[in-house]
């Protein structure tokens, strides 16, 4: 289930833009009270002292916690004061500590099985919050010049870690923010921002490794975000996510940046060490839960990885000029078919000489950047609730079934060879058909294949691909392809019939 963190109180929730409003448009007590039940509408347990002053308010002795079943442990986020100071123009300032402290604890399910606790100090600096609106329909603006995440502590039983063992450090500058929250049968919020720059440092040494520890260091620059949701005013504690989806949740957001880099260093007396650094120049990343499905969309420009290990003599090096990745699917059961999709992009993909010369060291294959692409979209009926636990543990045969499938872009074009295609195919659903769980195909496949011939010859030349393999794929193409209108081309036209033929163009297959 998806829940903001206590983080997010502090990143997330008290975004405001200030307004020109009427006097006392907006009052102290009430941000407070919207604050206080939208998070323990969250689930989140809160304990304070209120203390009135005039038209101020001020909470004192304030704590944040929220249980987590699944380490059988707590979240929790204490502050000293939190203060809402009426402004002249009917705005509401929120004066926040410059350190807020966030404590975990739980039990280590996945390693040791120990108690765990985890402290983590938020802090920020030249910041400021302004709540304006009303009571329905508040706007907030946040700014801060610098904040940083850092650990303060890491316990496992009854070792305590030291900055030696681990280290947590994120850190970030000229954070600006505006998110409008409005609240009716739910609560709505739209959210956009910048971060000028953000950086981040991990840290951790294997306790149950001698000499075994691991590091990752990046930075972002020019971070832009965006989101809009609307959820229940009210949510369970053990709630799954099919239930909130079913409740109305809905929420999508947009992170982009204008470069980025990383580095991650590895250090395995038993399999070798490893490092690997990362440069690109910006990428952008989509996401989407809600009733009509999943989306994940992930793009980066100018991508460069370059990785350096004890097994391999040299480094070695590869680049994209654009790669990207995308997913769309549904998540929640019905009797009408829904939209899936499918895409894959490798743009310009290069090699550094290195990794040419494992395999052709003769240098006899074509070392142009290559490109693949891939398009896919569909509709299918889900026959059960994937966010839904209990309901994925009982199943036991397939989760879906696939009504239609296109193939909108297919291209491969790499070391001299271009495979194309594109196509539609409908399933009848037919039990025992063609394919299992969905039956017959109807339609047709188109297919073109460029220097496939040549690319043969020369991985026979440098010993990929022995004589009789290739003999045999050259058999399979001229089965399933005819020659094109120009020299080492093919085209193949796969079709499938309503009466369960396939046919590779015009001859019967089966």
Avoid: C
């Avoid at 989101?227 to 239930?243: H, S």
């Amino acid at each position: 289930m998806s829940r903001f963190t206590p983080l997010a109180v502090g990143l997330a929730l008290p975004f405001s833009l200030a307004t020109q409003a009427a006097w006392a448009d907006l009052t102290p007590q009430d941000v407070w009270g919207d604050w206080r039940n939208y998070l323990e509408g969250m689930g989140y347990e809160i304990t304070a002292t209120e203390t009135v002053s005039g038209d101020d308010l001020t909470v004192s002795d304030l704590r944040f916690s929220f249980s987590m079943p699944e380490t059988d442990g707590v979240m929790s986020l204490s502050l000293e004061t939190l203060g809402f100071v009426q402004n002249r123009d009917g705005s509401v300032a929120i004066v926040m500590p410059d350190d807020m402290p966030m404590t975990m604890t739980g039990t280590d399910e996945a390693g040791s099985g120990e108690p765990f606790t985890l402290t983590l100090n938020f802090s920020q600096t030249g910041h400021a919050i302004t709540a304006s609106g009303d009571p329905d329909a508040m706007t907030y603006l946040y700014t801060a010049e610098q904040f940083a995440m850092d650990m303060t502590q890491m316990q496992v039983g009854d070792k305590e870690m030291s900055g030696t063992d681990a280290r947590i450090n994120v850190t970030g500058t000229n954070l600006n923010s505006t998110t409008t929250m409005t609240v009716g049968e739910m609560r709505s919020y739209d959210q956009s921002g910048s971060i000028s720059a953000v950086a981040f440092d991990v840290f951790v040494n294997d306790p149950e490794g001698e000499n075994a520890q691991g590091a990752i260091k990046g930075a972002m620059n020019g971070l832009t975000f965006t989101g809009q949701g609307e959820m229940p005013r009210e949510m369970a504690k053990d709630a799954d996510m099919a239930t909130l989806l079913s409740s109305g949740f809905d929420m999508a957001g947009t992170l982009g940046y204008a470069s980025g880099s990383s580095e991650f260093d590895i250090k395995d007396p038993e399999n070798g060490n490893y490092v690997m650094t990362t440069t690109s120049q910006g990428g952008d990343f989509g996401f989407k839960m809600g009733p009509d499905g999943l989306l994940y969309d992930v793009a980066q420009r100018d991508l460069n990885v370059n990785v350096t290990a004890e097994m391999m003599p040299l480094p070695f090096e590869i680049k994209m000029a654009e790669s990207g990745f995308k997913l769309a699917m549904p998540v929640s059961k019905s009797d009408e078919e829904q939209d899936f999709s499918f895409g894959l992009k490798m743009a310009d993909f290069t090699m550094s000489d290195f990794i040419w010369s494992m395999f052709d060291p003769s240098a006899q294959l074509p070392r142009d950047p290559a490109t693949v692409v891939l398009d896919l979209t569909g509709k299918a009926k889900l026959l059960v609730d994937w966010m839904n636990p209990e309901a994925t543990a009982a199943l036991t045969g397939a989760p879906g079934e696939v009504k239609q499938v296109s193939l909108g872009t297919l291209l491969v074009d790499a070391a001299g060879a271009k495979l194309e295609g594109a196509g539609d195919v409908t399933f009848d659903g037919a039990a025992g058909g063609l394919v299992p769980g969905a039956g017959n195909p109807v339609g047709d496949v188109n297919l073109a294949l460029s220097g496939g011939n040549a690319l043969l010859d020369k991985l026979v030349a440098i010993g990929l691909l022995p004589q009789d393999q290739a003999m045999g794929a050259r058999m399979m193409m001229g089965l399933f392809a005819v020659p094109g209108d120009a020299p080492d081309t093919l085209k193949s036209k796969i079709e499938f019939t309503p009466d369960g033929q396939v046919l590779a163009n015009g001859q019967r297959l089966r």
